[in-house]
């Protein structure tokens, strides 16, 4: 069973803080690994996604990426109370078929 | 560009109704589609994906079935629903080549009664 795991939350940040989520993967083959925000009663949207082993940034955020150690994580800069949603963590391999699978999420609160 | 439809946004249904949800792509070819449902406060399960027409793999055995009788077009259905069935039910896109990001619909919320 493949699995994508994170913290539930929530976790809670003052404004202007960075904000760390962490997800760990147990498919050794996984290929392809992003990071999406979903606010309450919407949809998931993408904000990252990474391939490669090290950081990628883009803005305010940054992703990170460890496959030894089968992590990856999204840090936020300078959090907005608009960044409180929850973050979904999806990981892809195409073992058995091009799936994503995804974490159950994490709930970020940005205290004003 | 690319763009996903879906609809109902909203479905109230009784049990043992049947269920017919529709999702359209535009703007790409050959698409890989995706169903998931996600239950209150839970993560995104992931039930149905299709890498082709007629191309349907089951992820979850459970009482919903899938079909994609064009290449973009990707229905989910049930013959009768359970209470259990109630969720929020996504359907998505990716390109077919590759392990790339996954594009969502706006979700149909559904409960069952």
């Known amino acids: 069973q493949k699995e994508v795991e994170q913290n539930s939350g929530p976790l809670s940040v003052p404004e202007g803080a960075i904000a760390s989520l962490n997800c760990t993967y147990s498919?050794?083959?996984?290929?392809?690994f992003f990071w999406y925000r979903q606010y309450s009663g919407k949809s998931p949207e993408l904000i990252m996604s990474?391939?490669?082993?090290g950081d990628k940034e883009d803005g305010r955020f940054t992703a990170q990426l460890n496959k030894a150690s089968q992590y990856v994580s999204l840090l936020i800069r300078d959090s907005q109370p608009s960044d409180s949603a929850t973050y979904l963590c999806?990981?892809?391999?195409?073992?058995?078929?091009?799936?994503?699978?995804f974490g159950a999420g994490t709930r970020l609160f940005v205290k004003a | 560009s690319q763009t996903i439809h879906q609809w109902p946004a909203t479905l109230v249904q009784p049990v043992g109704s049947p269920l017919s949800l529709e999702c359209t792509v535009e703007?790409?070819?050959?698409?890989?589609l995706y169903w998931y449902r996600q239950a209150a406060g839970r993560g995104l399960q992931l039930l149905f994906y299709?890498?082709?027409?007629?191309?349907i793999s089951s992820e979850v055995p459970q009482n919903l079935s899938a079909s994609r009788p064009q290449d973009r077009q990707f229905i989910l259905s049930s013959k009768k629903l359970l209470l259990s069935d109630s969720g929020f039910y996504l359907c998505?896109?990716?390109?077919?080549?590759?392990?790339?990001?996954?594009?969502f619909g706006q979700g149909t919320r559904l409960t069952v009664v």
């Open positions: 998505a896109w990716s390109i077919h080549y590759g392990n790339t990001e996954a594009f």
């Open positions: 498919d050794r083959v996984s290929q392809s």
């Open positions: 990474i391939y490669s082993n």
């Open positions: 999806a990981v892809s391999s195409n073992t058995g078929g091009f799936k994503t699978i």
């Open positions: 703007g790409t070819s050959n698409p890989n």
């Open positions: 299709s890498v082709g027409i007629g191309q």
